[in-house]
């Protein structure tokens, strides 16, 4: 075979091979004589397609692949699952995506590395009994790999992940099929000759590729990164079982020049403070995973995005496709209601980061070395922010602010000592007791007007004062109760009362012609 340019088409293409390229890619969703009539050579140039029958057949394959393994949602967790096994064990290179992070491999933790850490959790729930009002978990502490951590946590991620895919994929789907409504501009390629006859369905397939490529990176990076399940402050591992992965806590110790054992107690204690706040507040868990399906419901996109999307796609090149991210493919937009939902997430994020902090500080105060230290450097890596991080912020909704997270703690400390431990604890009984975003930052939203015409609320028509503690007093030393309800012996409602009279034995406010008088009350407000 051949490796130069064969006759035919645009820079010597084989239109039969074109024709055979598209059949091997979408297989039996073509229909026949889909493809008559259409200008092949265009449609080469346009998607950039090698001129090489071999390649052609590779770039077939791959992207057959790519179609077959999406499945039915709206995910290719196939992809997604392989590629983070991959990530985590730091054997992928993803052109286009980061570089893992952290030692080599993925190391089974070593009889000593499970006997300090255990032994560190066994101190930190010792030091944490003391300061909280609710119950330390009692299961024994899990030592991770990095592979252990990704199984162990991945049934949680789908729950996030999918809701954001759906309604990303949904938009996506919509706004392709409003887009190729007008398909007499691609040179006569029919919506007949996509997958299923509908080009959003191509677009929804492309879409769940593209999730399942980044999905799966980032959360393989995160096997790389987490010290334990709840890094994030989102419960992502088995209900009321702390862990901490070994090879990432080593990573930190050493990237940060930190003392070991400090280290492993500092990090075991905020590992068990957070399970033991998820396991005495089960809505907490359903109500950050609902704030994200919130975040991502009513998802629009930016349709002149998705022009230059289209128009630069390369069918040629499907690692390249993978290489693409959503967000740089797929602008979306938000809408009021979500930018309310990222807010209450955020919120939520950093109340249970405050609180954390607030607990593990009180107990480890004075027991272990350089503590602030400690405490800083996890400050740090939320400012930074990985790669894995900041893409979960951009496409999921996930982002713990450091700056809400300092005004969460400062509330809690100020709860704690006006309150108690008991108060403070209860407040997270309901999420209605918990602060909103304006009362943590000290300013509370002013107050909105009723729209006019409208009563603004059940008292809108009662007059305050505007001296009112010197309205109160006189109230109290019983000065001019002239119109004020007065009650007989038996406890009933004078008839005068009503109308402005005394009633028996007393004076009545209006003057001698039948006029109100205007006197005292009027002149001492």
């Known amino acids: 075979m051949t490796d130069g340019p064969i006759p035919g088409g645009p820079g010597n293409m084989d239109e039969e091979a074109l024709k055979r390229f598209l059949k091997e890619t979408f297989g039996d969703a073509l229909p026949d004589g889909a493809l008559d009539g259409v200008d092949l050579s265009a449609l080469a140039q346009q998607a950039n397609l090698p001129q090489d029958p071999a390649q052609l057949?590779?770039?077939?394959?791959?992207?057959?692949?790519?179609?077959?393994?999406?499945?039915?949602?709206?995910?290719?967790?196939?992809?997604?699952?392989?590629?983070?096994?991959?990530?985590?064990?730091?054997q992928t290179g993803v052109p286009g995506l980061p570089e893992p992070v952290g030692s080599p491999g993925d190391p089974t933790p070593s009889a000593a590395t499970v006997a300090e850490l255990r032994q560190a959790a066994q101190v930190a729930r010792l030091w944490l009994d003391p300061v909280l009002a609710i119950d330390v978990p009692s299961a024994e502490l899990g030592v991770f790999s990095r592979g252990t951590w990704l199984v162990r946590t991945l049934p949680h991620w789908k729950g996030i992940v999918e809701p954001v895919a759906k309604y990303m994929a949904g938009a996506i789907g919509e706004a392709i099929a409003a887009q190729m409504g007008e398909m007499g501009r691609m040179d006569g390629v029919a919506a007949a000759g996509l997958p299923g006859g509908d080009p959003a369905a191509m677009m929804e397939q492309i879409g769940g590729t593209l999730f399942g490529v980044q999905f799966g990176h980032a959360i393989g990076s995160l096997a790389r990164?987490?010290?334990?399940?709840?890094?994030?402050?989102?419960?992502?591992?088995?209900?009321?079982?702390?862990?901490?992965?070994?090879?990432?806590?080593?990573?930190?110790?050493?990237?940060?020049?930190?003392?070991?054992?400090?280290?492993?107690?500092?990090?075991?204690?905020?590992?068990?403070?957070?399970?033991?706040?998820?396991?005495?507040?089960?809505?907490?868990?359903?109500?950050?995973?609902?704030?994200?399906?919130?975040?991502?419901?009513?998802?629009?996109?930016?349709?002149?995005?998705?022009?230059?999307?289209?128009s630069g796609l390369d069918l040629s090149n499907p690692q390249s496709l993978q290489a693409r991210r959503p967000e740089e493919m797929f602008v979306f937009t938000r809408r009021a209601s979500q930018e309310r939902a990222l807010d209450e997430l955020a919120t939520t994020l950093a109340l249970v980061e405050g609180w954390v902090d607030h607990v593990t500080t009180r107990a480890l105060e004075g027991k272990i070395p350089h503590l602030d230290a400690l405490r800083e450097v996890l400050r740090r890596r939320r400012v930074a922010g990985s790669p894995a991080e900041q893409m979960l912020s951009s496409t999921v909704g996930i982002e713990l602010r450091p700056r809400q997270a300092r005004e969460a703690l400062a509330w809690w400390d100020s709860v704690l000592a006006t309150e108690g431990e008991q108060a403070r604890e209860a407040k997270w009984d309901h999420p209605d007791l918990l602060p909103s975003a304006e009362m943590l930052s000290g300013r509370p939203q002013a107050p909105q007007e009723a729209p006019e015409g409208e009563e603004s609320g059940e008292l809108a028509g009662v007059e305050i004062p505007s001296d009112f503690d010197a309205e109160l007093a006189r109230l109290l030393r019983g000065e001019d109760l002239g119109s004020a309800p007065r009650e007989d012996e038996q406890g009933r409602v004078l008839p005068g009362d009503r109308?402005?009279?005394?009633?028996?034995?007393?004076?009545?406010?209006?003057?001698?012609?039948?006029?109100?008088d205007e006197g005292s009350a009027d002149d001492d407000r």
């Open 57 to 90: 057949r590779a770039a077939a394959a791959q992207m057959q692949h790519l179609f077959a393994s999406q499945g039915d949602g709206p995910v290719n967790w196939q992809m997604a699952e392989d590629l983070a096994r991959r990530t985590a064990a730091g």
């Open 225 to 310: 990164e987490a010290s334990g399940t709840t890094d994030l402050s989102l419960p992502l591992g088995r209900e009321g079982e702390p862990a901490l992965v070994a090879a990432n806590v080593e990573d930190l110790i050493s990237a940060h020049s930190l003392d070991p054992g400090a280290a492993r107690i500092f990090l075991a204690a905020r590992e068990i403070a957070h399970t033991a706040l998820f396991s005495a507040a089960p809505w907490l868990g359903k109500a950050l995973f609902s704030a994200i399906e919130d975040y991502a419901r009513g998802i629009t996109l930016d349709l002149d995005a998705l022009d230059e999307m289209v």
């Open 499 to 516: 109308d402005g009279s005394d009633g028996p034995g007393g004076s009545s406010d209006e003057g001698p012609d039948g006029s109100a």
